[in-house]
């Protein structure tokens, strides 16, 4: 059964800090997929990662993918308040589009004045 | 152009009723997927709809049905409501053929279950 572990659960940081967070999975997979989801809203794709080495950045926000070591990380450079969300990697276990992601269970960055 | 909308976006339900969740998928999308999301929690795949049929399925018990249309929009019934079946429904749609599989979700629904 696929696992998919991100650490830390909650990250409390300060504006202008850079952080990473860790996002573990048990089987193999091509296609890693990082969402945000704001308190009572939906997911917002944030990067599709589909080969090992694949990395993607987008402002404040940079996401990698390793294969190999069944690991992605997303990395949070100078934060900013609006970074505040709570952030979740998934991971696709199919070749095919299947639409079944398997998530992890959250990351909730708070970040401080 | 239109993303993934969802109805109703709240409801209220007692035990032992049913919900009917619908959703449609974002302009030019021919695939809907179903997740739950308990407070706190990851959203765990319920299944998805191709071509009106059920494709893939999680690990949700038969009270959990869906249906697709012709126009690919879907929805979501579940029967005989539990306590547990509180949560945050979300749909989300995409392309069969699609490269990156990339999901593109709704709203959601919020159920709750008194």
């Known amino acids: 059964e696929l696992k998919v572990e991100q650490n830390p659960l909650f990250l409390s940081m300060q504006e202008g800090k850079n952080y990473t967070i860790y996002c573990n999975y048990s089987t193999t997979s091509d296609r890693l997929y990082w969402y945000r989801q704001d308190p009572g809203k939906s997911l917002e794709s944030l990067f599709v990662?589909?080969?090992?080495?694949a990395v993607k950045q987008e402002g404040r926000l940079m996401a990698s993918l390793d294969t190999k070591a069944r690991l992605s990380t997303l990395h949070i450079t100078a934060a900013v308040h609006d970074l505040s969300a709570t952030y979740f990697c998934a991971v696709d276990l199919g070749t095919s589009n299947t639409g079944k992601l398997i998530f992890g269970q959250g990351t909730t960055l708070q970040v401080k004045p | 152009d239109a993303g993934v909308t969802q109805s109703p976006t709240h409801l209220i339900k007692t035990r032992g009723q049913q919900v009917t969740l619908r959703c449609s998928p974002k302009s030019g999308h021919d695939t809907v997927s179903w997740y739950q999301q308990a407070l706190g929690q990851g959203p765990q795949f319920i299944f998805q709809y191709y071509e009106e049929e059920e494709r893939q399925r999680g690990n949700f018990p038969d009270r959990f049905s869906g249906h697709q249309f012709p126009n690919y929009s879907s929805e979501l019934n579940v029967n005989a409501l539990l306590l547990g079946d509180s949560a945050l429904y979300l749909c989300?749609?995409?392309?069969?053929?699609?490269?990156?599989?990339?999901?593109?979700f709704g709203e959601g629904s919020r159920l709750t279950v008194l």
């Open positions: 989300a749609s995409s392309l069969i053929l699609g490269v990156t599989g990339e999901l593109f």
């Open positions: 990662l589909l080969s090992n080495g």
